[in-house]
């Protein structure tokens, strides 16, 4: 064997296929130890280590910023479902794994808990791919050994020792490339050790040290650790049998890169919830298999250890909804997280692993309240991973599993937006906080309101927009506010697997062509229909439509009849909303120039004058701005600012910044002209049911608007709801 590169064949017309062989020798390894000091890494650090190699980027997300782990996009698989939101989770975890990264193994159990459905599953198989991509690469490169054991005509007698010479090895000394014919016995290790405890502990530290250099330093878990005991066991035994001393038993050593796989349990398992133990011994010197074992080595009493531990083993093992097992099944993780061993009838096992798991809020809560959770506080981490309160999140959720469903039927707009808005409005409770001078108004919001201010930052029009700016500098107060344990925003209401099965049921409905919000109202009421399933629906309602579904489905209504006149008044044209964002650009541009009191230079005579103070308060009048106009301005600047720094990639979305004042100026101008819009929307509506040609004077506005309607994802079917609607409500 060697360790350069071959190709499999392949059928006749496709290039073959490089496979790189991964075995080195003992000495062979040590170089890869010096040209990669990650090689000195735990699982703990290892797993630290690949979250920072798929690289950050920083969202903001409720008026903060968040940093955002790429890896949880899934940029190694674009197969896999992406972890949408849920930035507070990732940076929790990391911290954690900081924080544990010096330690000689993870100390601490890692447990999210929350409600069902709230993605943590999701959380740890993105962790569970990433760790698989990255030990593919060479950064991640990770690698065990096998004990290798030469025929006769490559030993001479014995086990690489005796009279008899033995047959010069590729390298000079080693078994480890030996090719398949002159192997007696090839012993795995599936316990996947570091070959660099191999190297005996009392002198570990030194060897490394004049191996890397000085300066490197070497991680306290590497001078404690020591071989599981079977190799051990072989180790101290051909110290004694081979000549050479610890050099002579390296000969039969064996190193071979590996990569962790969930699909085969190397290095990455999911323990399901059961009663038995996770790790097991069993003998295995008298299997038949092994009888091709040295003397020296036949007369051990060797054992094969498993289980889920054994297989996960320099990875990682998450606990499925741990809580759900009896306290007694798992007990013994007690010691295994205090000490880092775990014994069994006939061994000590000792682990390099990072635990973690998951549990939902009811589990957790009786957790807490029993005489031994005080004995695995001290030993876990815990993190709370709540639903999200971002509609426009919830509504990515259930646009990937639209992806997934790979329907035809064709959606009209908003019915994603409906639904996220639905379900986050049931996670919301009454707003409350101790903090002082907050302006009381907050404390009254509605749940509309309230669920618009967290994804959006838009609040009421009775809110000034220094008033807005001050309160969004308080949202993270508000954000996750608990009655109770369980009762808390993010902890109750719809989950988004109900929202999935909701939409899809929605989707699949016989007695329609397309998807409609229509349609997801209509399955959103058999929800609220069914006490005996859900529990939020049994939530008794609050003042501001807190709980109270038909209150919150009402509410969601209203706000999807509000969008689509919006997007029929922008397809009509009948709104000039473009030159009102002109005019609004060049009210920021004075203002800026008046606060900063700078001069302006005037584009058409190239003089420079001071802001034009009857053009500032002109706007101002058409916006409606009813408080002091010098806060106003400096408020437009500061906004102005924030985006830039928020956004620096990004050009300057006035839309976005100043959505409260352009939305007061868009329903002024339509106000007026809703019956003239719904005389030409009939003429619209006739056009799509029958065929037939508009009227001359309309063709052209027909045509635009339809044309318009259809680039906003109003196709024919969604096009005629929106235009019955509003013929009904208007006409």
């Not at 790189?20 to 040590?30: A, G, K, P, T, V």
């Not at 775990?342 to 029993?370: H, K, M, P, V």
Request: charged content about 25%; proline content about 6%.
């Amino acid at each position: 064997m060697d360790s350069g590169t071959d190709t499999f064949p392949t059928a006749p017309g496709f290039p073959p296929l490089p496979v790189e062989r991964r075995i080195l020798s003992f000495s062979e390894y040590l170089q890869e130890v010096r040209r990669g000091p990650g090689q000195l890494r735990n699982a703990t650090t290892y797993l630290r280590d690949c979250m920072l190699h798929f690289g950050t980027y920083e969202v903001r997300r409720h008026g903060r910023a968040w940093t955002r782990f790429r890896l949880f996009d899934a940029p190694f698989d674009p197969g896999l479902v992406r972890l949408i939101g849920h930035e507070p989770a990732q940076n929790a975890f990391f911290s954690f794994l900081q924080t544990q990264a010096g330690h000689g193994r993870a100390p601490r159990l890692f447990l999210f808990h929350g409600p069902n459905g709230s993605a943590k599953s999701t959380f740890f198989q993105l962790l569970a791919a990433a760790l698989e991509a990255y030990s593919a690469t060479d950064e991640g490169a990770l690698y065990r050994f096998n004990w290798i054991f030469p025929a006769a005509p490559s030993r001479g007698r014995g086990i690489g020792f005796g009279d008899a010479p033995a047959r010069p090895r590729p390298d000079g000394e080693s078994f480890a490339h030996l090719d398949g014919e002159t192997i007696d016995a090839l012993f795995p290790d599936e316990f996947r050790d570091s070959p660099l405890l191999l190297i005996p502990r009392e002198g570990r530290g030194a060897f490394l040290r004049e191996l890397l250099g000085p300066d490197v330093e070497l991680p306290a878990w590497l001078e404690k650790a020591d071989l599981h005991p079977r190799n051990r066991q072989i180790f101290d035994t051909l110290l004694l049998a081979v000549p050479g001393g610890a050099a002579g038993v390296l000969r039969h050593v064996q190193v071979e890169r590996f990569t962790l796989s969930r699909r085969y349990r190397r290095g990455l398992v999911t323990v399901e919830p059961k009663m038995t133990a996770d790790a097991h011994a069993r003998q295995i010197t008298a299997d038949r298999s092994l009888q091709a074992l040295p003397p020296a080595l036949q007369n051990l009493e060797l054992y094969r250890y498993g289980g889920d531990l054994v297989d996960a083993n320099r990875g990682l093992v998450e606990f499925a909804d741990l809580l759900k097992r009896p306290l007694e099944g798992f007990k013994y993780l007690i010691t295994t997280l205090e000490e880092g061993f775990l014994s069994l009838d006939n061994a000590i096992l000792q682990f390099d692993l990072f635990y973690c798991g998951s549990a939902n809020d009811r589990q957790f809560l009786a957790f807490s309240e029993t005489p031994d959770f005080a004995s695995f506080e001290g030993r876990c981490e815990f993190a709370r991973m709540p639903y999200l309160l971002d509609y426009h999140e919830e509504a990515r959720i259930l646009e990937l599993a639209l992806s997934e469903a790979r329907t035809h039927k064709p959606i009209a707009p908003h019915v994603l937006t409906c639904a996220g808005l639905w379900a986050v409005m049931t996670r919301l409770v009454v707003p409350q906080t101790s903090l002082e001078g907050v302006d009381p108004r907050l404390l009254g919001l509605n749940v509309l309101e309230k669920a618009l201010w967290y994804a959006d930052g838009i609040l009421p029009e009775a809110f000034t927009a220094e008033q807005a700016r001050v309160a969004s500098a308080l949202l993270p107060e508000f954000l996750h506010q608990q009655n109770s344990e369980l009762v808390y925003e993010g902890g109750i209401g719809a989950s988004p697997r109900l929202m999935r099965s909701v939409l899809l049921r929605a989707l699949t409905r016989p007695d329609a062509a397309f998807c409609s919000v229509t349609h997801l109202f209509a399955e959103l009421e058999q929800v609220m229909k069914q006490k005996a399933t859900f529990e939020f629906v049994n939530y008794p309602g609050q003042e501001g439509g807190y709980h109270d579904l038909p209150k919150i489905l009402e509410y969601t209504r209203r706000n999807w009849q509000r969008r689509l006149e919006r997007d029929l008044w922008e397809a009509a044209s009948l709104v000039e909303l473009g030159s009102v964002l002109d005019q609004l650009e060049e009210y920021i541009n004075l203002v800026i120039h008046y606060v900063k009191k700078e001069k302006i230079k005037d584009p058409v005579t190239g003089q420079y004058h001071n802001p034009s103070e009857a053009r500032l308060k002109a706007f101002e009048a058409e916006m409606e701005i009813t408080g002091a106009a010098h806060e106003f301005r400096q408020n437009c600047v500061s906004r102005v600012a924030a985006h830039k720094i928020d956004h620096p990639d990004e050009a300057l979305d006035l839309r976005r910044v100043f959505a409260p004042e352009l939305d007061r100026v868009f329903h002024r101008q339509l106000v007026d002209r809703r019956a003239h819009l719904a005389g030409l929307c009939r003429t619209l509506q006739e056009h799509l049911e029958t065929g037939q040609d508009p009227p001359e004077e309309r063709a052209a506005w027909v045509a635009d608007t339809r044309r318009r309607l259809e680039e906003r994802g109003y196709f024919r079917e969604a096009a005629l709801e929106l235009l019955a609607w509003y013929v009904r409500e208007y006409g």
